[in-house]
């Protein structure tokens, strides 16, 4: 079974500052990967995935995330936050192949200091 | 194109009642998944319905049940409501198959008295 691990519960990060969400994964066979964002007192809404090619997938907020097949990592980075980028962000993995689930890290929340 | 409905999205109840949800995926979007979410365990998976069948089970007791409409609207379910309950409730739908990218519906905020 494929599992995730956000490996910082909480980022704070001072405005215009460079911020890295870091997310590893185990599994067996290929996987799809995505990030999530949930913005406070709201559902998740899909920042970005990696489905295949590029293993660089960009997001049009500015974020972007880099598929590492040999560290089984997805992290995401962002080269300059905003205020509005506080919230809390979700790993998650699914095979690529079977009808299994989406399954998510357990989030890491980043705070955006002014 | 109209995202991922979820009504209502608060209710309280108390221990022992029963509760349904609501929600209403993509339109042309035929699954639809729902999970969990609260502060301890995160985002945990509780069924994923396709063509009115359930397709996929998470690990969650038998008093937590579904269903899914001809029109893919689908409804959850919680009978004999305990504390634990006390969550958020999100729907997610994708066209066809889970591999696909699932868009999150709002949530429904449970809290059990």
């Known amino acids: 079974a494929q599992s995730v691990t956000q490996l910082d519960s909480q980022v704070p990060v001072f405005e215009e500052a460079p911020v890295e969400l870091r997310c590893n994964y185990s599994?067996?066979?290929?996987?799809?990967l995505f990030w999530y964002v949930q913005y406070p007192n709201q559902g998740l809404q899909l920042l970005l995935k990696?489905?295949?090619?590029?293993?660089l997938v960009e997001s049009i907020n500015g974020f972007e995330a880099e598929f590492n097949k040999s560290q089984t990592s997805f992290h995401l980075r962002k080269p300059s936050v905003h205020i509005s980028d506080t919230a809390e962000y979700f790993c998650a993995v699914i095979h690529r192949w079977g009808n299994t689930p989406l399954v998510f890290g357990k989030g890491t929340r980043l705070s955006v200091i002014a | 194109k109209a995202g991922v409905t979820q009504t209502p999205r608060y209710l309280i109840k108390t221990r022992g009642q029963q509760v349904t949800l609501s929600c209403s995926p993509i339109?042309?979007?035929?699954?639809v998944s729902w999970y969990q979410q609260t502060p301890g365990q995160g985002l945990q998976f509780l069924f994923e319905?396709?063509?009115?069948?359930?397709?996929n089970k998470g690990n969650f007791p038998g008093r937590f049940s579904g269903r899914q409409f001809s029109n893919s609207r689908s409804e959850m379910n919680v009978s004999t409501l305990e504390l634990g309950d006390s969550a958020l409730y999100l729907c997610a739908s994708s066209q066809a198959v889970l591999q696909e990218t699932q868009y999150f519906g709002p949530g429904t905020r449970l809290l059990v008295l």
């Open positions: 339109s042309g979007h035929r699954s």
């Open positions: 990696y489905l295949s090619g590029s293993t």
């Open positions: 599994s067996s066979v290929s996987v799809y």
């Open positions: 319905y396709f063509s009115e069948t359930q397709r």
